[in-house]
């Protein structure tokens, strides 16, 4: 209730005011009012005059020195509306009407009139939307009707215009127009924080991911950017039905004494994939408890002592200075067994074993490639420990370039570990040896073991390997490093065994130059078959890589690599990721002159006869991979000299075509006379190769002739018995 004075002018101060009969406007009936005092009454008014009436209790009139003051009771209506925020309708799909309501109600005395309520923009509709009434404490529902019409981000406001008590009512309005219904991802928390936790401890936290939208939520994969330390439950794909919620366990678990800050990406079908939450953690060094002596114990057997491969890299734990010779038995070295050692020179580097010296004798953190057809046996032997810095770790001084390097304890230590604690760059890599290397290198360092380790800070630089045992028993983990922001895999393969593995790399940071993101390939004087990017732009000894990066923001390049494998071995390349590039990407196989398409998915075979073959990995535009197509493309239809020849068994034929047509290859006997149809196919242009077999011939020169079209192209090959 609001109440005011009106006030009336007198000539006459304190005489009593008689009512005046019969006078119906701009009368006043009340008592005698003095001055200074009060009455109470009713005041009525008209569009002509007033009258009052003494019988209300809250009215009043008041004669003060000539005015009389009447107090007026002036009820009022009052707005209320239970939507104060943004009115958010998500997502809904094209023109597919959308429905959600907010309540207007009046608080006040008298009736409330919504005069309109407008909205900016005709998307939203409502109802009912003016001149209504509302009356005290009778609420109303207003309907509001969102039909998006693009597939655009709507806001509006909805403004309610109404006599009551102040002034126009505002809410926002918000919605999304989309082509179909789409899921909508939610998650719990954009935080994990693990606080301090020991190495090989462990803690546990939990975030919840949600489906608001109307469409099924497809988690396709959830990644830790720091697997090794993160561990998520689950892992695996998963689907939500709209409202529907999964618990995903985070478990942290720090290898290495430092501050973690990594971060999930979980990748969906809903809008702004991938999702990301931020993890916090660090690792603490434990308590531990270090051995004045150590018992070491090793036997070692090499497969095959006649393949190169059988080499081995070892090493020996503990503070000693014993020759290798003591435990390869009895026999003579280059005889019955050989070591080298690699002085990390760019050129002859290896030096083999010399009676006498010293250069070959275990010492803390050192190793040696080693093959014996006796085997490596070390009898259990007690042996110093090797002393540990005040920081608990024991320094490896090391070579410029590439060291033979190998764990001074009995206990295996992560690499991981030796990363942190010596600040090195994502790509410093140690490589262990068992036939071939492991990509893109080892996780673990166990002992016994001998390491290749790249050393670029020059001669005299140390690593130091922190006395952290690993949990357990350490294994090489598969080691699934990304690298950069894109990469393309590939795998020489054999009866689903990889051979080798490089990775053609594409990122913001790199460079032209060596930086961080390529990996050097370590020696492979000992490799029967591996795998090798080749730049020889990169410095002696750097220019055979298992990673190359490039600049991302590149549209056009070419990758050289070199594939190496046994002769009358059958092997193909395997591709994998290259369809998360929009560019081409096509293999290019110099010997052949023969382009593949990648993204088809399909193997591509490496003959049988090659050992050493060269290829290059091209990715582009469409014009770019049509330039390279016309510079490749043979220019003449021709047969090539077969390889080997003279030839006993079997003999390679290749041959080039440059129209295309139907293509036969004819063997004649010196007489002329025809002894076999080798080849009788229809060709597009390109190169080509055969395998011929001369077992079922007599031996002797023949001539091979080769017919496209209008051309003809003739070679002579002899066969030996």
């Not at 309520?117 to 001149?131: C, L, M, Q, R, Y």
């Not at 939990?206 to 959830?222: C, E, K, M, Y």
């Not at 230590?413 to 490589?431: D, E, Q, R, T």
């Not at 050097?520 to 990169?538: K, M, T």
Request: overall charge neutral; hydrophobic content about 35%.
């Amino acid at each position: 209730m609001k109440f005011d004075y009106l006030i009336i002018f007198f000539y006459l101060l304190s005489l009593p005011l008689i009512a005046q009969s019969n006078v119906p406007y701009n009368s006043i009936n009340c008592g005698a009012v003095n001055n200074g005092s009060n009455t109470n009454g009713t005041h009525l008014m008209s569009t002509t005059g007033e009258s009052f009436s003494s019988n209300g209790p809250q009215s009043g009139v008041r004669l003060i020195s000539g005015f009389l003051a009447l107090k007026v009771s002036l009820a009022e209506a009052k707005i209320t509306v239970s939507q104060t925020d943004t009115l958010n309708f998500d997502q809904v799909t094209l023109n597919t009407p959308s429905q959600k309501s907010f309540i207007i109600n009046n608080t006040g005395e008298i009736n409330l009139t919504v005069i309109s309520i407008i909205s900016s923009d005709t998307a939203f509709k409502v109802s009912p939307n003016s001149n209504f009434t509302v009356a005290p404490n009778s609420p109303q529902q207003i309907n509001v009707t969102f039909t998006p019409r693009q597939e655009i981000t709507y806001t509006a406001n909805l403004v309610i215009n109404h006599n009551g008590g102040g002034s126009a009512v505002t809410i926002p309005l918000k919605g999304y127009g989309t082509a179909v219904a789409q899921p909508v991802i939610n998650l719990s928390t954009a935080l994990l924080s693990f606080g301090a936790v020991k190495i090989n401890n462990s803690n546990l936290q939990t975030f919840t991911v949600r489906n608001d939208g109307q469409a099924p939520l497809i988690v396709s994969s959830l990644t830790a950017t720091s697997p090794g330390s993160f561990t998520l439950n689950p892992s695996t794909s998963f689907t939500l039905t709209t409202g529907q919620q999964k618990n995903i366990d985070v478990t942290f678990q720090p290898q290495t004494a430092v501050i973690f800050n990594d971060t999930i990406r979980l990748y969906h079908n809903a809008p702004g994939s991938p999702s990301i939450i931020l993890m916090q953690g660090t690792g603490e060094l434990p308590t531990i408890t270090y051995p004045d002596t150590i018992t070491v114990s090793k036997s070692i057997t090499f497969p095959d002592v006649t393949s190169s491969a059988s080499y081995r890299l070892v090493g020996l734990p503990g503070n000693n200075d014993l020759s290798i010779s003591q435990f390869v038995g009895s026999g003579d070295a280059g005889k019955e067994w050989n070591a080298y050692l690699d002085n990390g020179a760019n050129t002859n580097y290896f030096e083999s074993y010399s009676a006498g010296s010293t250069k070959f004798n275990f010492k803390p953190g050192n190793g040696f490639w080693l093959l014996s057809k006796n085997g490596f046996n070390v009898s259990s032997r007690n042996v110093t420990s090797v002393p540990l810095a005040t920081d608990n770790s024991y320094s490896i001084t090391l070579n410029a370039g590439w060291n033979i390097i190998s764990n001074p304890f009995d206990k295996a230590v992560l690499w991981s570990n030796i990363k942190a604690f010596n600040n090195l760059p994502a790509n410093a890599s140690i490589y262990s040896w068992a036939g071939s290397y492991p990509f893109p290198g080892a996780t673990v360092m166990q002992p016994y073991e001998g390491y290749y380790y790249r050393n670029d800070a020059g001669a005299g630089a140390i690593i130091k390997i922190p006395f952290i045992p690993a949990s357990g028993i350490a294994r090489e983990q598969d080691n699934n490093t990304s690298f950069g922001e894109k990469h393309i895999r590939i795998e020489l393969v054999r009866q689903g065994e990889i051979l080798g593995t490089v990775a053609a790399a594409f990122a913001q940071s790199a460079s032209l130059g060596m930086d961080d993101i390529d990996i050097i390939a370590p020696p492979g004087d000992f490799e029967v078959s591996g795998l090798r990017i080749i730049n020889n732009s990169f410095p002696e000894r750097s220019t055979q890589l298992f990673v190359e990066a490039r600049n991302i923001s590149e549209v056009n390049h070419e990758f050289a690599f070199t594939t190496r494998k046994m002769k009358n071995i059958e092997a193909s390349l395997r591709f994998t990721r290259a369809d998360e590039f929009q560019n081409e990407v096509y293999l290019y196989d110099t010997e052949m002159e023969m382009l593949y398409n990648v993204k088809e998915g399909a193997d591509v075979a490496v003959p049988a006869y090659s050992t050493v073959r060269q290829y290059r990995l091209i990715l582009g535009t469409s014009d770019f991979i049509q330039q390279k197509k016309s510079e490749i493309t043979p220019l003449q239809t021709r047969l090539m000299q077969n390889f080997p020849n003279p030839f006993t068994r079997t003999t390679v034929l290749r041959y080039s075509i440059a129209d295309e047509g139907r293509v036969t290859i004819k063997l004649f006997d010196i007489l002329g006379r025809e002894a076999g149809l080798l080849l009788d196919e229809y060709a597009k242009p390109g190169s080509y190769e055969i395998v011929f077999s001369g077992e079922k011939l007599a031996g002797g020169v023949y001539l091979c002739e080769l017919v496209s079209g209008k051309t003809r192209s003739m070679i002579k090959a002899t066969i030996i018995k």
